[in-house]
């Protein structure tokens, strides 16, 4: 009747009659009679597994799947080519149906697979602890950051309008909670605002204009601002020094008092709107100020970009969804989160160790537990008790997979398919440049004469999945919209994309 | 000892495949960029070369294994091997709920038309996905008796996290701003205190009464003017249900906090009570627990936190409406706490829970909560003549022994365990509740058999008997895993977290 479960009404017989009572009823016999349901909840009825199965088939017909549909849209999460042999991997049921694990001389496949992924982070990171994983990318950021109010003392943080907009929610949910202060810097051609940072992080802010309108520079000042030397930041490095023009900062208030306070700053690279930042000199102007830097990165970029160990950040945290980790309609994925050996004490979440047995063979445990809630209860440093072992799991075997080569290869395919794509939506002259930067898989651009949600029904019409429109995050940023394009994507595709997204276009 | 995969690298292995490069030449044209090898290769390269500045370019490559599938596929085959699920044999640890875990519900989350579906995609090409967040939080709803949910929290522990956070906006909404302390009962699991300072909340400790339920003059000295809420389990982490949940409610309510369930152990009590008759205003459930999706070797999880209309404004955005005819998400929810992660929470998960509810049916989850209840009765009086039962009450769907008094031999709770992987059972929750003496917390679940159940009685009966006549045999245990006893002093002392080649 129920398959999965075994007893049978002898056995339930048996059993009652060895624990002594009369009917499984009077198990229940503390439960006060006034809060009994006595009756059956009001659900549909149970379900054969063939009419089950045709069930959940034909509510998933009732989606679009990137499966059949070219995908243009990223936004955080990316439809990569994830290996066959990565499904294989994390359907071996001892590891799926596994718990955490609390004993380790039978989860040592887990346990080592995690020392593994923490390891790989690691060398894709540049940073030197690692921990087992958290649930998403904009969980791992926010823990970042608490993490970084944890380890200065200070409760003031400051976040790029350049992080994930849904990123930067997630944090402040979190922040709003722990009473830390939130402050968020513009944007300005495409990247995060120098001016603004180095105003912020000096304890002066410029008068006039909030942290939100300042954002206001992205779209329109395109045009009219001459973006040099390829990058558009303000920024100017030579050999790893920081120079600021305090001039440009404009009209200044005092806040020197709060300035001081600054735990951290948040930036992300490539940022959401695909342009890479100048992680180097924002590091080290965060450091300069005596903060901590926290780096948001895309895991399959850091085969071709620096990576946040090389900058010289603190923290490194973001979304491991792209390695080999299906969209599953935004979960699960799996959050990373990475740092300097001086803080792994403050680090949350599980870690993995080595250590040896009694006979000295190398083996794997959960470590450094003191940190931890079972342990520490209230004074934990967070309240986390799992990672997202199997995603950090199908990371692992999509990095075995790929491999030094296959990772770089990859990223390499992402670059000149999304430039390409880049080129020829510009050609049809429907569409206008909006950062003058160097992107990653993903790009701005402007529709002229169009609303993209129009051009995103047309491709729909046409089968494919069409990229974000950004003013729904971003209000200045009038009929922008944010493309994607990943190594999956042919240059058939990528031609047939186009020409849809042209009115009139075939 | 397996090796590690980076131990199996060898230069210039591969087992990657990647269409070649078909947009390089265009490019090439476009940016005139230097010399290019004939291979698609050296093209890519010099792409790559060209589209980002020197000084953005990662200098060194990552060092990742270089390894052929074969590789790949026998590495991680041997380290599946050296792990222990559900599907390897009993797992009765207590407080997790390890059931068996329905293939039928990987099939489903594996079609194409939810697992390929992008977080982004415009509300009319997700109908799917929305109309299965909108007829859980109704399923949930029922099967809890609270008036909404949302399923955005990854895992128990996170689900506790946002149902603070909205007990707290519902106090600030009101103008009651005094409220900062959250009690917890002395038996609670230890993400309880945790999660209520996480949340800004400072937590109060209550103890337990003799008959393991909260002690209601202790609870009446703690409530007060600055009482935010208690978070209570029930059945508790003794496997107890609290009789006096009521009279615990109202002292609560009338000193102005509000009650959250965490319901950890909802697989007791599905189809026979529910906490939103309880009296509880904030609930969260854990779905790889109760609704049987897989642990995956510590997550995803999924947790998915349910409230009293009073409450439904705070709950986290979005949440999935639906006017009968289209599944909308509303993002418009000014008096939300916001967002706790990205996007709708573990989907994946939630689905297979959906799946698994479909399956079961209203009277099959009755049979659930009855056979799991029945399971742990059995078991208890199979093994309460051989250790201590701290509290000698009919347990809930599981119960705590204590192995206490053997100072003699000096075997410990721990011993007890790790002699128990010897015969392919993973142990029971160990040393928790802290309230119980070197504890043993027991689960069966409703999925395991009357032979499993005996065979596993009749194991830890032998071991005890085994503690008396041979205790280093027992002490030294285990004999028959990968690995022996491992230093876990060692490794926190000295901490090894990465490998280095």
Same mark, same amino acid.
């Given at each position: 009747?129920?398959?999965?479960?075994?007893?049978?009404?002898?056995?339930?017989?048996?059993?009652?009659?060895?624990?002594?009572?009369?009917?499984?009823?009077?198990?229940?016999?503390?439960?006060?009679?006034?809060?009994?349901?006595?009756?059956?909840?009001?659900?549909?009825?149970?379900?054969?597994?063939?009419?089950?199965?045709?069930?959940?088939?034909?509510?998933? $017909?009732?989606?679009?799947?990137?499966?059949?549909?070219?995908?243009?849209?990223?936004?955080?999460?990316?439809?990569?080519?994830?290996?066959?042999?990565?499904?294989?991997?994390?359907?071996?049921?001892?590891?799926?149906?596994?718990?955490?694990?609390?004993?380790?001389?039978? $989860?040592?496949?887990?346990? /080592?697979?995690?020392?593994? *992924?923490?390891?790989?982070?690691?060398?894709?990171?540049?940073?030197?602890?690692?921990?087992?994983?958290? *649930?998403?990318?904009?969980? %791992?950021?926010?823990?970042?950051?608490?993490?970084?109010?944890?380890?200065?003392?200070?409760?003031?943080?400051?976040?790029?309008?350049?992080?994930?907009?849904?990123?930067?929610?997630?944090?402040?949910? *979190?922040?709003?909670?722990?009473?830390?202060?939130?402050?968020?810097?513009?944007?300005?051609?495409?990247?995060?605002?120098?001016?603004?940072?180095?105003?912020?992080?000096?304890?002066?802010?410029?008068?006039?204009?909030?942290?939100?309108?300042?954002?206001?520079?992205?779209?329109?000042?395109?045009? %009219?601002?001459?973006?040099?030397?390829?990058?558009?930041?303000?920024?100017?490095?030579?050999?790893?020094?920081?120079?600021?023009?305090?001039?440009?900062?404009?009209?200044?208030?005092?806040?020197? =008092?709060?300035?001081?306070?600054?735990?951290?700053?948040?930036? /992300?690279?490539?940022?959401?709107?695909?342009?890479?930042?100048?992680?180097?000199?924002?590091?080290?102007?965060?450091?300069?100020?005596?903060?901590?830097?926290?780096?948001?990165?895309?895991?399959?970029?850091?085969?071709?970009? /620096?990576?946040?160990?090389?900058?010289?950040?603190?923290?490194?945290?973001?979304?491991?969804?792209?390695?080999?980790?299906?969209?599953?309609?935004?979960?699960?994925?799996?959050?990373?989160?990475? %740092?300097?050996?001086?803080?792994?004490?403050?680090?949350?979440?599980?870690?993995?160790?080595?250590?040896?047995?009694?006979?000295?063979?190398?083996?794997?445990?959960?470590?450094?537990?003191?940190?931890?809630?079972?342990?520490?209860?209230?004074?934990?440093?967070?309240?986390?008790?799992?990672? /997202?072992?199997?995603?950090?799991?199908?990371?692992?075997?999509?990095?075995?997979?790929?491999?030094?080569?296959?990772?770089?290869?990859?990223?390499?395919?992402?670059?000149?398919?999304?430039?390409?794509?880049?080129?020829?939506?510009?050609?049809?002259?429907?569409?206008?440049?909006?950062?003058?930067?160097?992107?990653?898989?993903?790009?701005?651009?402007?529709?002229?004469?169009?609303?993209?949600?129009?051009?995103?029904?047309?491709?729909?019409?046409?089968?494919?999945?069409?990229?974000?429109?950004?003013?729904?995050? *971003?209000?200045?940023?009038?009929?922008?919209?944010?493309?994607?394009?990943?190594?999956?994507?042919?240059?058939?595709?990528?031609? =047939?994309?186009?020409?849809?997204?042209?009115?009139?276009?075939? | 000892?397996?090796?590690?995969?980076?131990?199996?690298?060898?230069?210039?292995?591969?087992?990657?495949?990647?269409? &070649?490069?078909?947009?390089?030449?265009?490019?090439?044209?476009?940016?005139?960029?230097?010399?290019?090898?004939?291979?698609?290769?050296?093209?890519?390269?010099?792409?790559?070369?060209?589209?980002?500045?020197?000084?953005?370019?990662?200098?060194?490559?990552?060092? +990742?294994?270089?390894?052929?599938?074969?590789?790949?596929?026998?590495?991680?085959?041997?380290?599946?091997?050296?792990?222990?699920?559900?599907?390897?044999?009993?797992? &009765?640890?207590?407080?997790?709920?390890?059931?068996?875990?329905?293939?039928?519900?990987?099939?489903?989350?594996?079609?194409?038309?939810?697992?390929?579906?992008?977080?982004?995609?415009?509300?009319?090409?997700?109908?799917?996905?929305?109309?299965?967040?909108?007829?859980?939080?109704?399923? +949930?709803?029922?099967?809890?008796?609270?008036?909404?949910?949302?399923?955005?929290?990854?895992?128990?522990?996170?689900?506790?996290?946002?149902?603070?956070?909205?007990?707290?906006?519902?106090?600030?909404?009101?103008?009651?701003?005094?409220?900062?302390?959250?009690?917890?009962?002395?038996?609670?699991?230890?993400?309880?205190?945790?999660?209520? !300072?996480? !949340?800004?909340?400072?937590?109060?400790?209550?103890?337990?009464?003799?008959?393991?339920?909260?002690?209601?003059?202790?609870?009446?000295?703690?409530?007060?003017?600055?009482?935010?809420?208690?978070?209570?389990?029930?059945?508790?982490?003794?496997?107890?249900?609290?009789?006096?949940?009521?009279?615990?409610?109202?002292?609560?309510?009338?000193?102005?906090?509000?009650?959250?369930?965490?319901?950890?152990?909802?697989?007791?009590?599905?189809?026979?009570?529910?906490?939103?008759?309880?009296?509880?205003?904030?609930?969260?459930?854990?779905?790889?627990?109760?609704?049987?999706?897989?642990?995956?070797?510590?997550?995803?999880?999924?947790?998915?936190?349910?409230?009293?209309?009073?409450?439904?404004? #705070?709950?986290?955005?979005?949440?999935?409406?639906?006017?009968?005819?289209?599944?909308?998400?509303?993002?418009?929810?000014?008096?939300?706490?916001?967002?706790?992660?990205?996007?709708?929470?573990? #989907?994946?998960?939630?689905?297979?829970?959906?799946?698994?509810?479909?399956?079961?049916?209203?009277?099959? +989850?009755?049979?659930?909560?009855?056979?799991?209840?029945?399971? !742990?009765?059995?078991?208890?009086?199979?093994?309460?003549?051989?250790?201590? +039962?701290?509290?000698?009450?009919?347990?809930?769907?599981? #119960?705590?022994?204590?192995?206490?008094?053997?100072?003699?031999?000096?075997?410990?709770?721990?011993?007890?365990?790790?002699?128990?992987?010897? #015969?392919?059972?993973?142990? &029971?929750?160990?040393?928790? &509740?802290?309230?119980?003496?070197?504890?043993?917390?027991?689960?069966?679940?409703?999925?395991?058999?009357?032979?499993?159940?005996?065979?596993?009685?009749?194991?830890?009966?032998?071991?005890?008997?085994?503690?008396?006549?041979?205790?280093?045999?027992?002490?030294?245990?285990?004999?028959?895993?990968?690995?022996?006893?491992?230093?876990?002093?060692?490794?926190?002392?000295?901490?090894?977290?990465?490998?280095?080649?």
């Amino acid at each position: 009747m129920y398959r999965y479960i075994p007893n049978t009404r002898e056995d339930q017989e048996k059993m009652l009659s060895v624990i002594g009572v009369g009917s499984i009823e009077e198990l229940f016999s503390d439960i006060p009679e006034d809060l009994r349901l006595n009756r059956d909840p009001e659900l549909p009825a149970g379900m054969p597994e063939p009419e089950l199965t045709a069930h959940m088939r034909s509510i998933a $017909s009732k989606n679009v799947s990137t499966a059949d549909h070219p995908c243009f849209l990223g936004a955080g999460a990316y439809d990569h080519y994830i290996p066959s042999v990565v499904g294989h991997v994390i359907s071996r049921s001892e590891f799926y149906t596994s718990y955490t694990p609390y004993q380790p001389e039978i $989860s040592q496949g887990m346990l /080592q697979a995690i020392f593994e *992924y923490q390891t790989m982070i690691c060398r894709l990171t540049g940073m030197d602890v690692s921990n087992a994983s958290m *649930y998403d990318g904009a969980t %791992a950021l926010a823990e970042a950051a608490l993490m970084a109010v944890r380890s200065t003392g200070r409760d003031r943080v400051l976040v790029s309008r350049g992080v994930h907009p849904q990123y930067r929610e997630v944090l402040k949910t *979190y922040a709003a909670n722990a009473g830390i202060e939130i402050v968020e810097i513009g944007i300005s051609c495409g990247t995060t605002d120098h001016d603004e940072l180095l105003a912020a992080l000096s304890g002066l802010e410029s008068s006039g204009q909030s942290n939100m309108d300042a954002g206001t520079a992205v779209p329109g000042a395109v045009a %009219a601002s001459k973006a040099t030397g390829g990058t558009a930041t303000g920024f100017t490095t030579t050999g790893g020094t920081v120079t600021s023009d305090m001039a440009t900062v404009g009209t200044v208030t005092d806040r020197t =008092a709060k300035g001081a306070g600054t735990a951290a700053v948040i930036m /992300q690279s490539p940022n959401f709107f695909g342009v890479i930042e100048d992680m180097e000199a924002a590091t080290a102007l965060a450091h300069e100020h005596g903060t901590l830097s926290v780096a948001c990165v895309d895991p399959i970029s850091l085969a071709v970009i /620096q990576p946040p160990g090389e900058y010289g950040a603190d923290i490194a945290a973001g979304d491991g969804q792209p390695l080999g980790n299906p969209l599953n309609y935004g979960g699960p994925h799996l959050g990373f989160l990475a %740092a300097k050996q001086n803080l792994v004490r403050k680090m949350p979440g599980r870690i993995v160790g080595q250590t040896t047995d009694s006979e000295g063979r190398r083996g794997f445990v959960l470590t450094l537990q003191a940190r931890e809630q079972h342990i520490r209860r209230e004074k934990a440093v967070s309240n986390i008790c799992s990672n /997202q072992a199997l995603n950090a799991l199908a990371a692992t075997v999509y990095l075995s997979v790929m491999g030094k080569q296959g990772l770089k290869q990859a990223a390499e395919l992402c670059l000149s398919k999304s430039h390409y794509a880049y080129s020829k939506l510009l050609e049809t002259g429907k569409f206008e440049k909006v950062h003058d930067a160097p992107f990653f898989r993903e790009f701005v651009v402007r529709a002229v004469d169009e609303p993209v949600e129009e051009i995103n029904r047309r491709l729909l019409d046409r089968g494919i999945i069409g990229g974000l429109a950004l003013e729904r995050h *971003y209000p200045e940023m009038n009929n922008c919209w944010l493309v994607a394009v990943t190594e999956k994507r042919t240059r058939q595709e990528i031609d =047939a994309f186009v020409e849809a997204a042209v009115r009139g276009g075939r | 000892m397996a090796k590690l995969i980076f131990e199996m690298s060898r230069p210039g292995r591969t087992a990657y495949s990647l269409p &070649p490069c078909d947009t390089a030449t265009d490019l090439r044209d476009r940016k005139t960029a230097g010399q290019t090898g004939s291979d698609g290769k050296g093209a890519q390269e010099d792409v790559a070369c060209s589209l980002i500045p020197e000084r953005f370019r990662r200098k060194k490559d990552a060092e +990742l294994p270089e390894v052929s599938e074969v590789d790949v596929i026998r590495h991680f085959t041997e380290l599946s091997r050296m792990n222990h699920g559900v599907d390897n044999g009993f797992y &009765p640890l207590g407080s997790c709920t390890m059931k068996y875990n329905p293939k039928v519900n990987e099939d489903i989350a594996a079609l194409e038309g939810f697992r390929a579906v992008h977080p982004y995609q415009a509300d009319e090409t997700a109908q799917g996905c929305i109309q299965i967040l909108y007829e859980m939080d109704r399923m +949930l709803k029922e099967i809890t008796g609270m008036d909404r949910f949302s399923l955005q929290p990854a895992a128990g522990a996170h689900g506790e996290l946002a149902g603070l956070m909205i007990i707290k906006a519902y106090h600030d909404y009101r103008g009651d701003t005094g409220r900062t302390k959250i009690i917890v009962p002395d038996s609670a699991h230890g993400t309880n205190p945790a999660s209520a !300072a996480m !949340a800004g909340f400072e937590a109060i400790e209550v103890k337990s009464d003799e008959r393991g339920g909260v002690d209601l003059k202790a609870l009446k000295a703690a409530v007060g003017p600055d009482t935010a809420g208690l978070m209570l389990t029930n059945p508790n982490t003794l496997g107890l249900f609290d009789e006096n949940i009521k009279e615990i409610a109202r002292i609560v309510h009338d000193a102005g906090g509000l009650l959250y369930y965490d319901g950890a152990n909802a697989n007791a009590i599905m189809g026979i009570c529910r906490p939103g008759d309880m009296g509880f205003d904030v609930v969260h459930l854990n779905l790889h627990k109760t609704f049987s999706t897989p642990h995956g070797g510590g997550g995803p999880g999924s947790g998915p936190v349910g409230v009293k209309k009073a409450l439904e404004p #705070f709950l986290p955005t979005p949440l999935a409406e639906f006017d009968g005819k289209q599944y909308r998400l509303d993002h418009d929810r000014p008096l939300s706490i916001g967002r706790v992660r990205s996007f709708y929470g573990n #989907f994946g998960v939630i689905l297979r829970a959906y799946a698994y509810i479909r399956t079961m049916g209203p009277d099959g +989850l009755r049979k659930v909560s009855e056979n799991a209840v029945l399971n !742990a009765n059995y078991l208890m009086h199979r093994l309460k003549d051989h250790f201590d +039962l701290p509290y000698d009450r009919t347990c809930m769907h599981e #119960f705590v022994l204590s192995y206490g008094k053997h100072k003699e031999t000096g075997i410990r709770t721990l011993d007890i365990a790790k002699r128990l992987l010897d #015969f392919g059972f993973h142990p &029971p929750t160990v040393y928790f &509740p802290l309230i119980v003496n070197e504890a043993l917390m027991i689960e069966p679940t409703e999925t395991e058999s009357l032979e499993t159940m005996d065979l596993f009685a009749d194991t830890l009966i032998s071991i005890a008997e085994e503690a008396e006549k041979d205790p280093e045999k027992v002490k030294s245990a285990p004999h028959r895993t990968y690995v022996s006893r491992l230093d876990e002093v060692k490794a926190a002392r000295n901490p090894v977290l990465v490998h280095m080649d």
